[in-house]
């Protein structure tokens, strides 16, 4: 029996790739090398996988990947909406020219609003879903402790001059966060402490608290409002410190002034 996604999801599944780091994969004997290029070409495989059927057969010949004649055995319906996390200039228009939703992560509003014009030059923004992948954390009786919860991973998600130069702080190329992602994982301690020490040091709090959510409901509603001005239209939240209680705050009090909306 052949249970199909829009029997599962009602047609609500979305598929979600990215580059990938190279913490994740060195170790695992994963290649890793020319990453924006692998990820161009997977898309364009898969999007052509998703149109062919045995009869229908489809060839693509890349650097990476190679298909010769190669169909489906069950013809996709509806495809799913595919959406690329993407940070990078490359990446970005991209996913301006090939998918139907852009995933960026923990970035300023400000930061936003300028790789949403790149997007814009795929020639299709109109037809993407704009996304963003943001941390959060919420307290109504202790707004203070709720952004120190923050503190710490976003200040090594910082560290990246797109965000630090037009405050004139910049960063050592050793510790910015893209060397983070060149090195295996279990190196990654000792360099997320050396960046947190550098932000610790050089960025005000206002900065640094700038690429995630967090405070009292109230302040948490107006930070997801500027990104909502800065064009972003759907929000990916990971919830950060008191779990539950950040969790039960946004249903109760943040999701319904935007039902209202």
């Known amino acids: 029996m052949c249970i199909r996604d829009r029997d599962l999801?009602?047609?609500r599944f979305i598929l979600g790739i990215g580059a990938g780091e190279a913490a994740n994969l060195i170790d695992f004997g994963v290649p890793c090398n020319k990453p924006v290029t692998r990820l161009k070409e997977a898309t364009k495989v898969i999007k052509l996988l998703w149109?062919?059927?045995v009869k229908k057969s489809v060839s693509f010949q890349g650097e990476f990947f190679h298909l010769d004649h190669a169909g489906l055995q069950f013809k996709v319906a509806a495809p799913p909406k595919l959406y690329l996390a993407a940070n990078?200039?490359?990446?970005?228009?991209?996913?301006?020219?090939?998918?139907?939703?852009w995933i960026p992560a923990n970035i300023t509003a400000d930061l936003y609003k300028k790789q949403l014009k790149i997007l814009e030059k795929g020639g299709r923004a109109s037809e993407i879903d704009k996304c963003i992948e943001i941390w959060i954390a919420i307290s109504k009786e202790n707004p203070e402790m709720a952004k120190r919860a923050i503190k710490a991973p976003a200040s090594v998600l910082i560290a990246r001059k797109e965000i630090l130069s037009p405050h004139n702080i910049e960063i050592p190329e050793d510790i910015e966060l893209e060397s983070l992602y060149r090195e295996p994982i279990r190196f990654h301690t000792k360099k997320q402490q050396q960046i947190i020490e550098f932000v610790s040091k050089n960025v005000p709090d206002e900065i640094i608290e700038s690429i995630a959510i967090a405070g009292s409901p109230n302040e948490v509603i107006d930070q997801i409002n500027e990104f909502i001005k800065a064009g972003a239209e759907h929000?990916?939240?990971?919830?950060i410190g008191d779990y539950f209680n950040s969790l039960k705050l946004f249903a109760e009090e943040v999701m319904p002034h935007f039902k209202s909306e």
């Open 235 to 239: 929000f990916i939240f990971e919830f």
């Open 9 to 11: 999801t009602k047609g």
């Open 51 to 53: 149109n062919s059927t």
């Open 88 to 101: 990078s200039p490359k990446t970005i228009q991209f996913t301006g020219e090939i998918a139907d939703g």
